[in-house]
């Protein structure tokens, strides 16, 4: 059965950008964290602060963008609120202590990783390969509870959890984000894929 896009492009497609943007902002967060690993808990504390309230802006003008579809944008405000939230509360308080840090990253992990697995299920209609959406999901829900079972880990420890996960996410999010860009190219060239 062909799968119709009606009226150009899917909205997901259209927005593949905005999903690379937010894989380039995690392989750069993994990047420092990976390499500099004694960076002091401030610095990663502002580092992570700076990368979620990005992600959660990139989250809120994806929801802006497919606002109208068929789609549940309203997924997309929820994460990008999510996002902004944990932002603006590790750059209001940045004496937290690493357990509330861990906390803190571990909520932000789980709750987008849950919305990333529903956006894979929602994206199989439209690309093959959306289950690397989803894997970016089940990284981000097991990373979160890794966190959770063990939140006595050291900074360090934390750090270097924290730079894994943003690698293979930022990874995972960039491949996702050229597969939606190819999807864009061949609705507006006409090609129907056949489910």
Known sequence: MPMVIVNG?????TNWWALALRGLAAVFFALVTILVPGVTLAFLIGLFGAFALLDGILNI????????DESRWWSWWLVGIAGIVAGVLTFAY???TVLALVYL??????WSGVFHIIAAVRLRKYIQGEWLVGLTG????????????????????LVLWLGVF???TGVLLLIAAFRLRSLQH??????????
């Open 166 to 168: 943003a690698l293979i």
């Open 138 to 157: 089940i990284v981000q829900v097991a990373f979160g509870m890794l966190l959770v079972l063990a939140p006595a880990t050291g900074a360090l420890t």
């Open 94 to 96: 940045p004496f937290i």
């Open 61 to 68: 003008v994806a929801g802006f963008r497919a606002h109208g």
């Open 186 to 195: 061949r609705t507006a060239s006409g090609v129907l894929r056949h489910a």
């Open 105 to 110: 990253v571990a909520g932000w992990a789980i």
């Open 9 to 13: 492009a899917n909205p997901l497609a």
